[in-house]
T-cell receptor
Framework: DTGVSQDPRHKITKRGQNVTFRCDPI?????LYWYRQTLGQGPEFLTY????????KSRLLSDRFSAERPKGSFSTLEIQRTEQGDSAMYLC?????????????FGPGTRLTVL | AQSVAQPEDQVNVAEGNPLTVKCTYS??????LFWYVQYPNRGLQFLLK??????LVKGSYGFEAEFNKSQTSFHLKKPSALVSDSALYFC???????????FGQGTELSVKP
């Protein structure tokens, strides 16, 4: 499968715990994006990387959230001291500047439930 | 501020009838416009996009969309709906190449036999 993959698909955690999600983009896609989608809403942008550089962060991304893409390939999104309001679907997308499709391709998402 | 509006939370259509899912946007400059579809507990699947050129764009599964600059709209259409088209549809806009996507709130399409 050459699409975007995310792991885990589901995560249930207790309030106050830390969680980490992983995203593997389409091979050779140099841009990687994180979005968050709550029930009944459209996805909201969180942050994006070009290669290993984090180019933009949303104001939605509080200090408890951190994202990395250390080698310009996969990315991780960590949430520290989770709160119930963090319960959402976390979506990853990738985009290739050189593939001329001008399209972000999304992974299946990680659904987080904070109890 | 950049924004996308999908004025209908839900659209109900009989199978075989034409469907339209509406989208309007507020973006300065020349927008990049997209439609994505989401099935339950799944990620977003790309349907079609408008970057430049012909105002009528064709995409996957028989869907098409018409870009109207004067009305700042990008409505999704299909001549003959299928029950399998039932899903959540999102309109999105970016204001530069590879830029972040701004999504509408989504429209639930229900196609009945």
């Amino acid at each position: 499968d050459t699409g975007v993959s995310q792991d885990p698909r589901h995560k249930i955690t207790k309030r106050g715990q830390n969680v980490t999600f992983r995203c593997d983009p389409i091979s050779e896609h140099n841009r990687l994006y994180w979005y968050r989608q709550t029930l009944g809403q459209g996805p909201e942008f969180l942050t994006y990387f070009q290669n290993e550089a984090q180019l933009e962060k949303s104001r939605l991304l509080s200090d408890r959230f951190s994202a990395e893409r250390p080698k310009g390939s996969f990315s991780t999104l960590e949430i520290q001291r989770t709160e119930q309001g963090d319960s959402a679907m976390y979506l990853c997308a990738s985009y290739g500047l050189a593939d001329y499709t001008d399209t972000q391709y999304f992974g299946p998402g990680t659904r987080l439930t904070v109890l | 501020a950049q924004s996308v509006a999908q004025p209908e939370d839900q659209v109900n259509v009989a199978e075989g009838n034409p469907l339209t899912v509406k989208c309007t946007y507020s973006v300065s400059g020349n927008p990049y416009l997209f439609w994505y579809v989401q099935y339950p507990n799944r990620g977003l699947q790309f349907l079609l996009k408008y970057i430049t050129g012909d105002n009528l764009v064709k995409g996957s599964y028989g869907f098409e969309a018409e870009f109207n600059k004067s009305q700042t709209s990008f409505h999704l259409k299909k001549p003959s709906a299928l029950v399998s088209d039932s899903a959540l549809y999102f309109c999105a806009v970016a204001y530069n190449q590879g830029g972040k996507l701004i999504f509408g709130q989504g429209t639930e399409l229900s196609v009945k036999p």
